[in-house]
Structures are given as C-alpha cells and as structure tokens.
C-alpha cells in the first residue's frame, strides 16, 4: 500500500508541475491539484484573479499583493462547485504559506504532499499542528 500511495502521490505531484505551467507568473509557477478517492475534485495555479490582467509582477518585478496563491485557487474553486474537500490530499508543488495553511486546515484537507519548500516553514508546521499529515516528495529529475 505505501509503495502505491508513493508512485500516486510521484503522479500527481507531476500532474500539478504541469497545471503550474499556466501560470502567467514570472518569478514562481505553482500548480495544486485536490484529489479525493483518486479523483481530481480541483485544480489550481498562482495568478492574479478572474477578471483582471494576467501580469502578476509589477515593473520592480515584485508579485503585486493581489496574486492569488495556487492551493487558494483550488480551494475556492472546490468551493464554488458540487465537490467537498472534506478529507482530500492536496497536491502542490511548494509548501503551503501561513494564509494558505490556515485555508486548508478550514477547508478539511487531512493530507499535503508537496515537492519544493517555500521560504518559510511556518504554514507546514502550522498543519502539523492541526494534525494534518504533510509529506514531501522530492523531485524524480
């Protein structure tokens, strides 16, 4: 079982490196997947939202504070549809920050795997606190 779950999670963290190729972002592309009984229930990618330019830095190359992260994204895209993320694995191709963190534990996530690690730790350890599993997978390459 964990040899399966581990060529899964290698899958769809693959799955989410592709999605975070629509990313119109500059500096950092980020691609999430939400799955639930091995079902993509959600998608998502960093990038600025519905209706507006799809330029996330400004002319000092600097994201502009309206950039949506990608587990955002996803998350509220799960919310505007028939599914619940209730119990789901996130997939993301970096860690999960503090505002987003604080999103998953709300939205009922148990599990994030994810591949790079973001600057800063504290939104894996604020999961960690809240009991949710977070498993890192290095990059197959």
């Known amino acids: 079982m964990e040899?399966?779950?581990f060529l899964?999670?290698?899958?769809?963290?693959?799955?989410?490196?592709?999605?975070?190729?629509?990313?119109?972002?500059?500096?950092?592309?980020?691609?999430?997947?939400?799955?639930?009984?091995?079902?993509?229930?959600?998608?998502g990618?960093?990038?600025?939202?519905s209706?507006?330019?799809?330029?996330?830095?400004?002319?000092?190359?600097?994201?502009?504070?309206?950039v949506l992260h990608a587990?955002?994204?996803?998350?509220?895209?799960v919310a505007k549809s028939n599914n619940s993320s209730e119990g789901a694995t996130l997939y993301v191709t970096s860690s999960p920050c503090m505002e987003c963190s604080k999103l998953i534990i709300q939205a009922g996530i148990k599990r994030v795997v994810f591949t790079d690690n973001y600057r800063l730790e504290n939104g894996i350890n604020l999961l960690r606190q809240a009991n949710i599993e977070v498993v890192?997978?290095?990059n197959e390459e």
Do not use: H
């Open 8 to 43: 899964l999670d290698q899958r769809y963290l693959k799955m989410a490196n592709i999605w975070a190729q629509n990313s119109y972002c500059k500096r950092r592309q980020v691609g999430a997947l939400l799955v639930k009984d091995q079902m993509i229930i959600s998608d």
């Open 136 to 138: 890192q997978v290095e």
């Open 71 to 77: 587990e955002a994204n996803a998350i509220s895209k």
């Open 45 to 49: 990618y960093n990038g600025t939202p």
């Open 51 to 66: 209706g507006f330019e799809n330029i996330c830095e400004d002319e000092n190359n600097v994201t502009k504070p309206y």
């Open 3 to 5: 040899k399966k779950q």
